[in-house]
């Protein structure tokens, strides 16, 4: 049971270029996030979503877009690749049994420059 | 005013010590309190993981919730070198599971 999945580990891009942070699940859950999280910062909610189809922005949304076509799959783009948006990025997902919480992926180390 | 507040420390102790670590929030509708444990260069993975005011133990670790204070605690018993994590509260209102993270508080055990 692979449990979360994230590709890249690590990623350097140049200012103005795009890319995908990929992130798969296996355990069937309904609901996934992805988040950044930046020193002394805590975890930021990017977007979310409920289900295949639905998806909705969290807290820190610009400049970044989603999209979930199947249940497994929940990948993050990034269009115009800012120094703003150096960070880490986390994919969770979970059920609605909120004894579960969070699953993590382990993690995209991105860095703009 | 952050919704949670949690000091970022960093906290050393020596191995065997009773360490607390503390949230304090200001959302009333908050009603699940979790804490997640975070290791350098890994995700986080969920510690404890409450509902309401109350304690709740397992093994070393026990979660305290006061809402009537708003605040919340974790105490980790007999610290080891392997405690040493980020520890981070993380809180939900309900409907939608959507989790509001602290900072995170840095602890190193030391032996």
């Known amino acids: 049971n692979a449990g979360v999945t994230q590709t890249p580990k690590f990623r350097i891009l140049k200012i103005g270029q795009s890319m995908t942070l990929q992130c798969t699940q296996d355990?069937?859950?309904?609901?996934m996030y992805w988040y950044r999280q930046d020193p002394g910062m805590g975890l930021k909610l990017i977007y979310y979503s409920v289900g295949a189809g639905i998806t909705d922005k969290g807290e820190v949304p610009n400049g970044y877009n989603v999209s979930r076509s199947t249940t497994e799959d929940f990948p993050l783009r990034l269009e115009l690749a800012a120094p703003s948006q150096t960070s880490v990025y986390f994919c969770?997902?979970?059920?609605?049994?909120?004894?579960?919480?969070?699953?993590f992926g382990s993690g995209t180390r991105l860095t703009v420059v | 005013q952050k919704e949670v507040e949690q000091d970022p420390g960093p906290l050393s102790v020596p191995e065997g010590a009773i360490v607390s670590l503390n949230c304090t929030y200001s959302n009333s509708a908050f009603q699940y309190f979790m804490w997640y444990r975070q290791y350098s260069r890994k995700g986080p993975e969920l510690l404890m993981y409450?509902?309401?005011?109350g304690n709740k133990e397992d093994g070393r670790f026990t979660a305290q919730v006061d809402k009537s204070s708003k605040y919340i605690s974790l105490f980790i018993r007999d610290s080891q070198p392997s405690d040493s994590a980020t520890y981070l509260c993380a809180m939900e209102a309900g409907g939608g599971n959507k989790l509001t993270f602290g900072t995170g508080t840095q602890l190193k055990v030391e032996l």
């Open positions: 355990m069937n859950h309904n609901y």
């Open positions: 409450t509902y309401s005011s």
């Open positions: 969770a997902s979970s059920n609605p049994d909120r004894g579960n919480g969070y699953t």
